[in-house]
């Protein structure tokens, strides 16, 4: 639903069904709402059905990347002696998004049980849930909810008599954005500096303490144990057009818009529907301006862009970004879009973990000219010199964040240039002081 | 002793700020040494549990001080210098004392469309504080920035220590820091 809205009648919810339900926090509420059915199936399946039920969903990666799941868990090595583990991202970092807190808010049993099936699918006996530091909140429900699992052994030695060990441990993160980034977080779990590491070797073979790693997003583990109970086909079966997007998503919605919130569509549904339906549209007197579809590193739409595009992995493509976490903001006639600009790119100089030039100095250098511009003492040639440096930060390091850097200011440059030219020439006033 | 001085080597040992630490308590002694305890099962190696014991110390201190930092080193068989690599590239962390409340405010383009900076301005003049990082005469507050909260979507998130409080506008702030003492 559209959380903290009422449900809109084109919503499809599934892993929100029960947000703003504090019942269906505790075990007994969430098995009273059909909770832990999915995990109880699985158990009585071979690891290998799960997996292959996984991918006859169609489910993909909700955390941006949208690797299909049930092909990232058939990489795990089977029968190779080591221990494998599960990591859950928690780490929900990336601006605009605010989905998987409320799934860990109201439902932590969901989160729980998929990560107990996916323990089960991988061959893992250990799952670490890896909680950005600032989430207090959601740290304290799911820390009495894997408590009140294993007090019902929907955890522990022998998960439901079934002889299997699955253990679930949450890890608190200390504020820092790249270790959502999945090989920073392996490093910062192991308890050192959040650096991405080169791949290869990917997590399958090596990852967390060098041994067999999945890792995924809150979201994705979420929608397991429906896919469980309900099946695959009927997972399938939400789709608008495009099988290559099936399920749910819920698109976290904020900025200009009457009504934000975390709003769940079937993938497909126009996003013109979703801005100006169920979100109720712009303030009054306001028109839109810019899209920004899947948390702040995708690149901006323009309203023509926004008006002709499918809510899904493709749709979004096919109008020029991506449907990346499903953060979208809105940004209105009102907004600066040079000065929104900047300020992600000092959020990307503020998070690199410096490890690779192109990422350091480039956010640091964008960061600084789009000041420069703001101040009004841009040079003609800034523009080019944006687009220059942006080129060097695309595809040139261990991790994207570089290139979610440069993806805002590129798109901006291309879609918006008018409003760059108008702070160049000085028709817009300055905004910022040089220091 | 402030952050720009506080350097640890090793071996320099936790007496270096005892005006910060004195009458000296280990920190990993009774209740917090048992819940460390309690977590090293559950990770192949001591070192995972650099981020909870950081966290421990914090708890305990109010900030990561040189002390504390050569004592979770200790505990899990870490160096300091390698400590405080990673101390350092963590917001959450405290280098140096902060005031009792901890004010860390979401000012990142979602919220910034939404008036982020009117937020930030109160606060810094309702707390005293009058500029980012610095604490307030009377030791109560401290007030940061901060990057994404994520909870754009009830912009402006604040955090004070650890209470995650929604929707923060100038005007409502003066009630909400009369629940800070």
Known sequence: ?435 | MTAGTAGVGAGEGGGVEAHHDAPHVPIFAGKVKERLDALFPKYPTKQACLLPALWMAQEARGWISPGALTEVAAVLGLTPAYVRGVVTFYTMYHTHPVGRHFIQVCTTSPCHLCGSDDVLTALLRETGCGELGATSADGRFTVIEVECLGACGFPTPILIGDDFIESVTPERISGILQGYK
């Open chain 1, 1 to 435: 639903m559209g959380f903290p809205h009422p449900s809109h009648p084109k919503e499809t919810p599934v892993l929100s069904k029960y947000f703003g339900d504090a019942a269906a926090r505790s075990f007994r509420g969430w098995v009273e709402r059909g909770g832990y059915e999915g995990l109880k199936k699985a158990l009585g399946m071979t690891p290998e059905a799960v997996v292959e039920e996984m991918k006859a969903s169609g489910l993909r990666g909700r955390g941006g990347a949208g690797f299909p799941t049930g092909l990232k868990w058939s990489f795990m090595p089977k029968d190779d002696g080591k221990p494998h583990y599960l990591v859950c991202n928690a780490d929900e970092s990336e601006p605009g998004t605010f989905k998987d807190r409320e799934i860990m808010r109201w439902t932590p049993h969901a989160l729980i049980e998929g990560c107990a099936v996916g323990c089960h699918a991988i061959g893992a006996e250990c799952c670490y849930i890896y909680i950005r530091g600032e989430f207090t909140e959601p740290w304290h429900v799911m820390s009495a909810a894997v408590e009140e699992a294993y007090a019902h052994n929907a955890l522990g030695e022998n998960v439901f008599g079934s002889g299997k060990r699955i253990e679930v441990v949450l890890h608190r993160g200390a504020g820092a954005y790249i270790c959502g980034e999945e090989t920073a977080l392996m490093n910062s779990l192991e308890g050192k500096r959040g650096n991405p590491r080169i791949k290869p070797p990917f997590p399958a073979q090596a990852g967390l303490f060098a041994l067999p790693t999945t890792i995924n997003n809150v979201e994705t583990l979420a929608a397991v144990p429906h896919i469980l109970t309900r099946g695959a086909a009927w997972y399938k079966g939400l789709c608008l057009g495009n099988p290559k997007s099936t399920g749910t998503k819920l698109i976290s919605v904020c900025g200009h818009v009457m009504r934000p919130g975390n709003y769940e569509i079937t993938l497909g549904t126009p996003m013109k529907e979703l801005i100006f339906d169920m979100c109720g549209g712009m303030r009054p007197g306001r028109t839109l301006k810019a899209v920004i579809p899947g948390g702040s590193s995708v690149p901006l739409m323009t309203p023509e862009e926004v008006d002709q595009c499918a809510t899904d992995y493709e749709g979004i493509v096919a109008c020029g970004s991506m449907l990346g976490s499903g953060g979208m903001i809105v940004m209105d006639d009102s907004t600066d879009i040079v000065y929104e600009i900047y300020r992600l790119a000092k959020f990307y100089a503020h998070e690199s973990c410096a490890q690779c030039t192109q990422c350091r100095e480039g956010t640091a250098w964008t960061t600084k000219i789009l000041a420069r511009i703001l101040s009004g003492q841009g040079k003609s040639s800034d523009l080019d010199l944006l687009l220059d440096l942006s080129e060097n930060m695309t595809g040139k390091t261990i991790c994207v964040l570089s290139d979610s850097c440069a993806a805002p200011i590129v798109s901006g440059i291309q879609k918006f240039r008018a409003d760059f030219e108008a702070y160049l020439s000085r028709a817009t006033a300055p905004v910022l002081a040089l220091a």
